[in-house]
């Protein structure tokens, strides 16, 4: 296993928020399969730059890219590089100590705060956002991030939709930690929950039950009055990041929906207006960066059945396959669709003599690469 960090676990360790302790805990799973004989973890090097695909080639039978989604979808709105205006990449690298993030800083001084954005990750931030001092003192995170989320100023947290609350992608068992908050409660105004007719379609059908669940979630906050509140805000798109070199505020446009049932766009109206914060955290989702110049098909890497089209014995797994999409348990069903095309082409093979580690090591050390190794 090849990493660009000298840690294992990628999203797991840096993406997934450090109260979520149960999903962090398959990392006890990954280290049991790491203490398998012939398993050897080579930290520090980063495929595509340090050693190549083809490098890799030439000394394994087989490579799986398991590569992630690892940079940012951008609003693309002016103000978007304002001091106080972050990704959640950045934010949730910051927390859980990711070493591309953990030098940033932010400034949780002002008293409301913008989260862009309707899928999972948004509720992370916010959770992290809204812990108190006690809850932040339970999990398992850097100190730095525990002394600034504790000492936070944040009297309000608002979530920004672009589309309607029966488009939303948050699932309603993320939706139901919010409740679990020692010291933030959720508001969403009864207006909001309105939907069109399309929308009422969507609501109904078999195919949309887990939008459904999470839609009576939503219905449920009783917006009880607590030091922190967090409000959900739908049908509605930053068009600008406010301020001279800090976020004050976001301009907000507000959406009607078009389209027909099941495939309903955001179209923007006149209807804009500024909203005063001093933080914003965009949680669009991510997208795949280009180290490896492999074809892509929208946002993943083009393959049939696992395999990378136009190589040999070159496969894909996990979000890099999938896009940046879906759980984390839903990638081990994913992994076990590439495996039979994995398994076939080596029943085809010649076996090769036994691997020299040691050719590795020397490729690696002559480019000047110090890779942290299992054995
Ligand atoms: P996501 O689920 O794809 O949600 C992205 C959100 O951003 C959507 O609401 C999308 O709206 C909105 N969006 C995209 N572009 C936008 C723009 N330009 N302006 C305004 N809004 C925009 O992505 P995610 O939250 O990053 O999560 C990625 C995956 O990880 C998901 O499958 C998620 O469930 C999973 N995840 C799971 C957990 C967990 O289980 N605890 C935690 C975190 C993440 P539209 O729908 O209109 O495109």
Redesign the pocket.
């Known amino acids: 296993m090849f990493e660009r960090l000298s840690a294992p676990h990628g999203l797991l360790r840096y993406g997934?928020?450090p109260d979520?302790k149960k999903?962090k805990r398959i990392a006890d799973r990954f280290d049991r399969i790491a203490l398998e004989y012939g398993f050897r973890f080579w930290g520090n090097v980063h495929v595509g730059r340090d050693i190549t695909v083809e490098e890799l080639q030439e000394r394994y039978d087989a490579i799986v890219l398991a590569v992630g989604a690892s940079v940012d979808?951008q609003?693309?709105i002016p103000g978007e590089g304002l001091s106080g205006c972050y990704s959640?990449m950045e934010f949730v690298g910051w927390y859980n100590g990711h070493p591309d993030f953990k030098q940033q800083s932010f400034d949780l001084n002002c008293e409301r705060a913008v989260i862009?954005?309707?899928?999972?990750?948004?509720l992370?931030v916010a959770r992290m956002l809204a812990r108190s001092e006690q809850e932040l003192h339970s999990l398992d995170m850097p100190d730095y991030a525990r002394e600034l989320l504790s000492a936070s100023k944040l009297k309000e947290i608002v979530i920004v939709?672009?589309?309607g609350p029966a488009?939303?992608?948050f699932?309603a068992q993320?939706l139901n930690m919010l409740k679990t908050l020692e010291r933030a409660s959720v508001f969403v105004g009864d207006s909001e929950l309105v939907l069109n007719d399309e929308s009422q379609f969507e609501m109904a059908s078999h195919e949309n039950r887990h939008r459904k669940r999470a839609y009576e979630v939503l219905q449920s906050f009783d917006g009880e009055k607590k030091d922190v509140g967090i409000r959900m805000t739908f049908l509605q798109?930053?068009v600008e990041v406010l301020g001279d070199h800090c976020v004050k505020g976001v301009c907000l446009c507000h959406n009607v929906m078009k389209g027909p049932a099941d495939d309903q766009r955001?179209a923007p109206t006149e209807d804009v207006h500024d909203l005063s914060c001093g933080l914003v955290i965009s949680?669009?989702?991510?997208a795949m960066d280009d180290t490896f110049g492999l074809p892509k098909f929208g946002d993943h890497i083009a393959h049939e059945e696992g395999r990378v089209q136009g190589t040999d014995r070159v496969y894909v797994t996990g979000w890099a396959k999938t896009g940046?999409?879906?759980?984390?348990g839903g990638t081990k069903a994913d992994a076990m669709q590439t495996l039979p095309a994995i398994l076939a082409d080596l029943q085809m093979l010649k076996p090769r003599a036994s691997l020299d580690r040691e050719a590795v090591m020397q490729l690696l050390k002559q480019k000047g690469i110090q890779p942290v190794t299992s054995l």
Not at 116 to 122: F, I
Not at 283 to 286: K, L, P, Q, V
Not at 324 to 328: E, H, R, S, T, V
Request: proline content about 6%.
């Open positions: 997934v928020a979520q999903i979808r609003m693309g959640s862009v954005g309707n899928g999972n990750v948004a992370d939709g672009r589309r488009q939303i992608s699932t993320e798109s930053p955001a949680c669009i989702g991510y940046p999409q879906g759980l984390i």
